[in-house]
């Protein structure tokens, strides 16, 4: 009996595996494609950009669907993030990434950001209050607004606004896949389907590479 339940095991996760690639996403309807197609930073891999903003609330909670899934992606996918920048408030918030960027504090003040803004409800929105949050990372307050206004942060934060531009994306959260496919929650309708489309985009990608 024990050796029929395994392999009744074996052929339903067998079977599921295949069912799932099988799946066809349509474009116009759970993707859409980027016209032109936009470079991407690293041509030997795949590249899955998310768009997102610190203040988006659906942004926030798409992080812990998604970062199981970006640690255990494949060597042969690059994943990114990219801050938009729709307004004033935005830019704040996508100014304080970069800085956070250059000054080595990312990873470990991201998604603390999100959680202090959302979770425990903070109002971090201004340069002095941002300033305030990044000294928990061991950041000088001065430090932190000179990176902030510094001539690079400028530069990342205009090429920003146009890529988010090039790729069409009218809102947040987003995914851009090797720059040619854009995928929107309106369009995935949910955050394990968001990732099943990233999924079936990158298979078909890879099959051309």
């Known amino acids: 009996m024990n050796k029929l339940l395994v392999l009744l095991s074996i052929f339903f996760i067998s079977a599921g595996s295949s069912f799932a690639a099988d799946v066809e996403f349509k474009e116009g309807v759970d993707y859409q494609l980027i ?8 041509s030997s891999r795949l590249e899955v ?13 798409f992080e812990p669907t998604l970062d199981p899934w970006v ?17 004033e408030q935005w830019e704040r918030h996508a100014r304080a990434y970069f800085a956070a960027d250059i000054l080595g504090v990312l990873d470990e ?33 001065a430090l932190f607004k000179k990176t902030y206004h510094s001539f690079i ?10 890529m988010v531009d090039r790729y069409g994306v009218t809102g947040v959260p987003a995914i851009v896949v090797e720059g040619k496919y854009l995928i929107t929650g309106s369009m995935a309708k949910s955050y394990q389907n968001m990732l099943k489309i990233m999924d079936y985009l990158l298979a078909k990608e890879r099959k051309t590479k």
């Open 71 to 87: 640690a255990s992606l494949p060597a042969d996918v690059n994943f990114a993030r990219l801050p938009a920048v729709f307004n």
């Open 49 to 61: 950009l998310e768009i997102f903003w610190y203040g988006c609330p659906h942004c926030y909670h």
């Open 153 to 162: 942060v400028n530069t990342k934060v205009a090429r920003a606004k146009d």
């Open 109 to 141: 003040s991201h998604g603390a950001l999100f959680h202090a803004m959302h979770a425990e409800k903070a109002v971090i929105n201004t340069v002095n209050q941002l300033a305030n949050f990044y000294t928990k990372y061991g950041i000088d307050e």
């Open 35 to 42: 016209k032109p197609a936009q470079p991407t930073d690293d």
